[in-house]
């Protein structure tokens, strides 16, 4: 776009919605890191600001702080911080957020009254307690900021303090943020949120200590004697108690789950409104060879916002709508092939189940348990409608046979090597995909979609013949037919372009 007035773009900018807010960014910003961070300040002082408007001046005053990192503060710079100490038009968290861009220590010592600002947004006893249980009551989903910020920006011994005047207080929202404690990186501050969890000595402290000891493997022997220790001083949980233990508050929960795709990687969506125009969402990547592998969170969307979120989301994959249940049972199934793999559960999975109530995620096997279904007659132009056309073979000793023919195409290699290749897809089909066409086929059966009875039949149709039909009868399928041909195709593609081994493409 042609550069005009950088102020004017900024406005345009803070006025988009925030999924477009960093799409735009390189068309947006031109001047240098220092000019625009004199601008920013400039808007958040002299711009009307929506909710929309100020997160998204907050979230781009943080990217170009990040990308500017002046060392030391330049003095004009020391003054806008420590006007923004002062200014009622930020929240403290949004003021936590912009602060977290520059090193802590550099701004005790340079900016008059931070001391005071992390004193009474962390340090003293009861403000940040307080604090807490009045954000976090009204919207849960800022678990994640208030954390991260923490974490990230906070000394060991800041972080220490700030456990130690936490310890002992029964309210939810604080048990449930000390939880996260217990992932802290350095093992001393963990167990010492830990114990401050215990300390509560209430039905809340079980229900975190019964989590961290299934979920967190540092601590799962301690956490474990603590909550059986609780569970003998304490009198048992009333009926209603038992009756709320992994619910959600029933208020709007959008729940949509893609089907797997042929390297074993699938998504799941969560949305939640929070409020009249506030909604939280989450994306957590899984993989059935190794568990739970990304889990993305984002907060304080508004409903604009929230919507082209999930439309960019759902622009190139295909989601299913999907109960409560069945979310949980399948993200419980991740976590169990997690533990199995030896692969520590993310932080953010733990604040996903804060956010939303679900005190009984934790691993465990599900078993699909599909019934009989008849084989029904398919076509090549079906297994390109669906996930299936990603599903070849992708393996270093494809490429170490298929070195040698380098620069030909599948027709052109000889016989041999092709029914080798035949030989070694259908043990791999066999292995791998035929417990994806059982996850995809069970996914389309719990869904709101369970009347697509064709794609449901169609996932089972292609484990059989993957289970069923002899090297020599693999034409049969279209199936096998196309998975031998693609994995040939990309592999002397891939060899063509001077990629040697699959490594070098991921």
């Not at 000595?201 to 229900?207: F, R, T, V």
């Amino acid at each position: 776009m042609k550069k005009r007035n950088q102020l004017a773009d900024l406005r345009r900018l803070i006025s988009l919605p925030p999924s477009q807010v960093r799409r735009f960014i390189p068309e947006y910003l031109y001047e240098s890191p220092s000019t625009l961070t004199k601008l920013l300040f400039k808007l958040i002082y002299t711009e009307r600001l929506t909710r929309q408007k100020r997160e998204n001046l907050v979230n781009l005053t943080k990217f170009v702080l990040d990308q500017y990192s002046p060392n030391p503060i330049p003095e004009w710079l020391l003054r806008e911080l420590e006007g923004l100490l002062h200014t009622d038009r930020l929240t403290k968290v949004d003021k936590a957020i912009i602060f977290s861009a520059f090193d802590p220590e550099e701004l005790l010592q340079k900016v008059k009254g931070f001391e005071e600002f992390v004193n009474e947004f962390i340090e003293v006893k009861g403000s940040f307690r307080d604090y807490l249980i009045e954000q976090l009551g009204e919207n849960p989903s800022l678990l994640n900021e208030v954390y991260q910020i923490i974490k990230e920006k906070s000394h060991p011994e800041g972080v220490f303090s700030m456990i130690e005047d936490l310890a002992g207080s029964e309210e939810t929202s604080i048990l449930k943020f000390l939880e996260l404690f217990t992932y802290y990186p350095d093992r001393t501050i963990a167990g010492h949120a830990l114990r401050a969890i215990e300390a509560a000595a209430n039905q809340e402290a079980i229900k975190r200590l019964y989590s961290i000891s299934r979920l967190n493997r540092r601590f799962q022997q301690e956490a474990e004697e603590a909550y059986i220790h609780l569970m003998h001083q304490l009198p048992m949980p009333t009926r209603e108690e038992l009756s709320l233990q992994g619910k959600s508050d029933g208020n709007f929960l959008d729940l949509w789950v893609s089907l797997v795709d042929g390297n074993g990687a699938m998504s799941t969506f969560v949305g939640k409104r929070f409020g009249r125009n506030r909604y939280f969402a989450s994306s957590v990547l899984m993989k059935t060879t190794d568990g739970v592998k990304e889990v993305l969170l984002m907060s304080n969307l508004p409903r604009e916002g929230y919507r082209e979120l999930k439309e960019a989301y759902f622009s190139d994959i295909n989601f299913y709508p999907v109960s409560e249940e069945y979310m949980k049972r399948l993200l419980k199934h991740f976590l169990k092939i997690s533990e199995r793999m030896g692969n520590p559960v993310p932080v953010e999975v733990v604040i996903l189940k804060n956010i939303l109530n679900w005190d009984d995620l934790e691993p465990q096997e599900y078993t699909f348990g599909l019934p009989e279904t008849p084989d029904i007659k398919y076509y090549p132009r079906d297994i390109f409608q669906f996930p299936i056309d990603t599903w070849w073979m992708h393996d270093e000793v494809i490429y170490d046979i298929l070195r040698p023919y380098k620069g030909k195409k599948a027709y052109e290699i000889p016989d041999s090597v092709f029914f080798r290749v035949v030989e070694i897809f259908l043990d791999y089909a066999r292995d791998h995909l035929v417990p994806l066409c059982e996850l995809c086929a069970d996914i389309i059966r719990n869904s709101n979609y369970s009347r697509r009875t064709r794609l449901f039949s169609l996932f089972l149709t292609i484990k059989k013949e993957i289970l069923t039909l002899p090297v020599t009868e693999y034409y049969r399928s279209h199936f096998l037919s196309y998975g031998v041909v693609a994995t040939i195709e990309n592999t002397l593609h891939n060899l063509s372009l001077g990629i040697g081994t699959p490594e070098e493409i991921e």
